[in-house]
């Protein structure tokens, strides 16, 4: 399926199940940005590989939690990367590797955008907005984000430029308004 109709399907349960949606959408991406890459380069035999397991699933829930301390957080993450898996059944899914071995198969990339997945990518779209229009954890979490990437640009130019880092960072606040 593709991106825009796994993000409102996602969106819009987690929303319904009163999960950070943000989260959700953030995960539900995860399996897709591990495994496609990765085999485009040549490095995984299959675009469903590792990233769409079980096995991923628990480790990354569990570093979530380790590190957040967050029990919705973690729950919200969990749930967003188990629904790209239900949403990619139609197709192979390595459930339990690497405790199963699985015949991968050896598909090439399609990139035929069909009529169907079209409607499909309208129908997550149209979800999106219902969420966004209703949920205002969504919108309050899309702010916290904006705030976080502020916050962690700050730290990273008080890093790079070092004793000036806040002249300098102050400058660059500067320049922008200008
Ligand atoms: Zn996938």
New binding site residues.
């Given amino acids: 399926m593709f991106p825009i109709a796994h993000i409102g399907i996602t969106a819009l349960i987690a929303s319904l199940l009163s999960l950070s949606p943000l989260i959700a959408i953030i995960a539900s991406q995860i ?2 940005l591990i ?1 496609k890459p990765l085999y485009i380069l040549g490095v995984f035999p299959s675009g ?1 590989y590792i990233g ?1 397991t079980l096995f991923a699933i628990i480790i990354l829930t569990i570093l979530i939690y380790l590190f957040s301390r967050k029990k919705i957080l973690a729950i919200s993450f969990c749930f967003g990367m188990l629904m ?1 898996l239900l949403q ?1 059944l139609p197709y192979f899914i390595p459930w339990f590797y690497p405790f199963k071995n699985y015949e991968f198969p050896k598909s090439s990339f399609q990139l035929n955008y069909t009529l169907e997945l079209f409607l499909l990518d309208i129908t997550g779209l149209t979800m999106l907005i219902i969420v966004y229009k209703n949920n205002r954890q969504l919108v309050a979490e899309i702010l916290n984000l904006k705030n976080t990437s502020y916050e962690i640009y700050k730290k990273f130019c008080q890093t790079v430029y070092g004793k000036n880092s806040k002249n300098q960072f102050n400058k660059n606040k500067i320049n922008k308004k200008l």
């Fill in positions: 399996p897709d495994d469903r769409h790209h990619d």
